[in-house]
């Protein structure tokens, strides 16, 4: 499995943005599927978005469809998740994560490998 951190998050403002980096390490991530969920304080761990090994693939959440971008770059090992016009309900602890099918799911029971999370705060 690899070893997935996360970088980026922060407190800004709404209608503001953010980029969060999740560098992988102890195993290469080229052939695995990349994600991104988040989880608010009292709620379920939901998903944001997917991309598929080599990137030509990409799935959004409603919710951040338009908004969020995410893109990967394998030579670095290294997923991005680009946050505009964010919102005060984008608020959560984002995490990325890898599933070994290379063109992915959107369920946290499809990833094998977990980052600690990252804090995005978004004031109104």
């Known amino acids: 499995q690899a070893h997935l951190v996360e970088s980026g998050g922060g407190l800004v403002q709404a209608g503001g943005s953010l980029r969060l980096s999740c560098a992988a390490s102890?195993?290469?991530?080229?052939?695995?599927?990349m994600g991104w969920f988040r989880q608010a304080p009292g709620k379920e761990r939901e998903f944001v978005t997917v991309?598929?090994?080599?990137?030509?693939?990409?799935r959004y959440a409603d919710s951040v469809k338009g908004r969020f971008t995410i893109s990967r770059d394998n030579a670095k090992n290294t997923v991005y998740l680009q946050m505009n016009s964010l919102k005060p309900e984008d608020t959560a602890v984002y995490y990325c994560?890898?599933?070994?099918?290379?063109?992915?799911?959107?369920?946290?029971?499809?990833?094998?490998?977990w980052g600690q999370g990252t804090q995005v705060t978004v004031s109104s």
């Open positions: 994560a890898a599933d070994e099918n290379p063109f992915g799911g959107v369920r946290t029971t499809d990833f094998d490998s």
């Open positions: 102890g195993r290469t991530i080229s052939t695995a599927a």
């Open positions: 991309i598929s090994w080599r990137g030509g693939s990409t």
